[in-house]
Antibody, heavy 119, light 106 residues
Framework: QVQLVQSGAEVKKPGASVKVSCKASRYTFIDYYIHWVRQAPGQGFEWMGRINPHSGGTNYAQNFQGRVTMTRETSISTAYMELTRLTSDDTAVYYC????????????WGQGTLVTVSS | SYELTQPLSVSVALGQTARITCGGNNIGSKNVHWYQQKPGQAPVLVIYRDSYRTSGIPERFSGSNSGNTATLTISRAQAGDEADYYCQVWDTSPVLFGGGTKLTVL
């Protein structure tokens, strides 16, 4: 079935950047938006933004404007999320998810990538 | 900005019916989607567009949406239904999630 597989856990120092990948399989990658959502420990979900894999166009949440960049490599069906100027508040599990439907829901999620920011 | 409000926790006796609410201003005019998340796992889509069940989700799960409240109903609750449940809407960018409800099956 449709699958999203993310890169492994990361440990970063404050001020550094992190880039997480999300490889899609068993569907046509360019046909569905990919979103990024994070979940801090013990907390709910925070939407970060989305990318149109066909055009590369992006929409970012206001909270992350200027710090997040979402890209894709269509030849390998992979989306990327890079977050810069990390602080301890960015410690979270980062998920990619496939958008379906005109009113936007997520039928497939990646397994999550834990990013720990610590000095 | 638009907000979604969920109770922090809901408890239900084994075999009884649990109702998890998601409140928002005129939420009935939006499509609401529900996710189940078990500890250490990624979320799973349970209900989309208010009341459509995802393939593989038991018929015991149902959804409704009207006025200022959307509701996820779990009938004949089982121990395996214990999880966190989140509602979600699309508000012309951004995507919004409720704060989540922890369902405990007693």
């Amino acid at each position: 079935q449709v699958q999203l597989v993310q890169s492994g856990a990361e440990v970063k120092k404050p001020g550094a950047s992190v880039k997480v990948s999300c490889k899609a399989s068993r569907y046509t990658f360019i046909d569905y938006y990919i979103h990024w959502v994070r979940q801090a420990p013990g907390q709910g979900f925070e939407w970060m933004g989305r990318i149109n894999p066909h055009s590369g166009g992006t929409n970012y949440a206001q909270n992350f404007q200027g710090r997040v960049t979402m890209t894709r490599e269509t030849s390998i069906s992979t989306a990327y999320m890079e977050l810069t100027r990390l602080t301890s508040d960015d410690t979270a599990v980062y998920y990619c998810a496939r958008e379906v439907g005109i009113t936007v829901w997520f039928d497939t999620w990646g397994q999550g990538t834990l990013v720990t920011v610590s000095s | 900005s638009y907000e979604l409000t969920q109770p922090l926790s809901v408890s239900v006796a084994l075999g009884q019916t649990a109702r998890i609410t998601c409140g928002g201003n005129n939420i009935g005019s939006k499509n609401v989607h529900w996710y189940q998340q078990k500890p250490g796992q990624a979320p799973v889509l349970v209900i989309y567009r208010d009341s459509y069940r995802t393939s593989g989700i038991p018929e015991r799960f149902s959804g409704s949406n009207s006025g200022n409240t959307a509701t996820l109903t779990i009938s004949r609750a089982q121990a395996g239904d214990e999880a966190d449940y989140y509602c979600q809407v699309w508000d012309t960018s951004p995507v919004l999630f409720g704060g989540g409800t922890k369902l405990t099956v007693l």
